[in-house]
């Protein structure tokens, strides 16, 4: 259900870790870890002269999540953050020549990203650890940003992209009939093959709207592909950005 409007949200204090320390909890109390939520995030990021350090693995979308604080956290702060994190590294892998930091990239709201795995390993391995110091919900923007006394604007992820990029998009996608629906049918969440959404529902959503609209697939091209009669084409992370906005 929603969760906003019985809970109160604390007032922000000058040091984000004695925040976090006093009051480790946003509207979810649950954690897996002894430490408090964001502990080592703060810790090496204040260690290191950043203001905060997110995570670089499991998923993209464990990554994408965090991109409304950031933004939050640099608007409260009133200037762009110095993030401590290290080059993306998805359970599903990355294509040939990715981006170091395409999440981040373009992204007003950050001045400087340091590379933690050049200072040590261990740092990110803490990090990423974190994560499972979140109960995952409907509210997960707004759980991630209570822990600083922030309200999100938004709940959706903030991302950029560049004017070429962008124009990049709606040039791929210049021959597909409007409207364009786009389809994830795979990665590290997909179905297992016995579920009818592995493919046999999404070839019978496709036969049911031909006509109507256009598909494309996004997608690692080599990682749990299903093979649907739809525009797919291999891409970098910002260049799957660029088809979705498209």
């Avoid at 969760?3 to 922000?12: A, D, I, K, V």
């Avoid at 080592?40 to 979308?61: H, M, P, R, T």
């Avoid at 950031?70 to 080059?87: H, V």
């Avoid at 998805?90 to 294509?95: H, K, L, R």
Wanted: net charge neutral; aromatic share 12%; charged share 25%.
């Amino acid at each position: 259900g929603d969760h906003r409007g019985l809970h109160s949200f604390p007032t922000r204090r000058s040091s984000d870790l004695d925040f976090i320390e006093n009051n480790p909890y946003g509207y979810n109390s649950q954690r897996i870890l002894e430490t408090s939520q964001f502990y080592y995030s703060l810790k090496f990021a204040k260690e290191y002269n950043c203001d905060i350090s997110v995570l670089n693995s499991e998923g993209i979308g464990n990554i994408v999540i965090y991109t409304r604080l950031i933004e939050e956290l640099s608007l409260s702060k009133g200037r762009p953050l110095k993030l401590l994190t290290a080059p993306i590294l998805p359970q599903v892998g990355i294509v040939d020549n990715e981006d170091k930091y395409p999440i981040w990239k373009n992204n007003p709201f950050i001045s400087e990203i340091i590379n933690a795995d050049e200072i040590d390993k261990q740092i990110m391995q803490n990090v990423n650890k974190e994560q499972d110091n979140f109960c995952q919900f409907n509210h997960f923007i707004e759980n991630l940003c209570a822990v600083f006394g922030l309200r999100p604007r938004k709940l959706k992820p903030s991302l950029f992209l560049t004017l070429e990029e962008m124009k990049w998009g709606i040039n791929t996608l210049s021959s597909l009939p409007r409207p364009i629906v786009c389809l994830h049918p795979s990665g590290k969440s997909s179905v297992f093959e016995r579920s009818p959404w592995y493919v046999d529902n999404w070839l019978e959503l496709i036969k049911n709207l031909e006509g109507v609209v256009s598909f494309i697939q996004i997608g690692k091209f080599d990682y749990d592909s299903k093979k649907l009669p739809v525009f797919f084409k291999e891409t970098s992370i910002r260049q799957m950005m660029s088809l979705i906005w498209a």
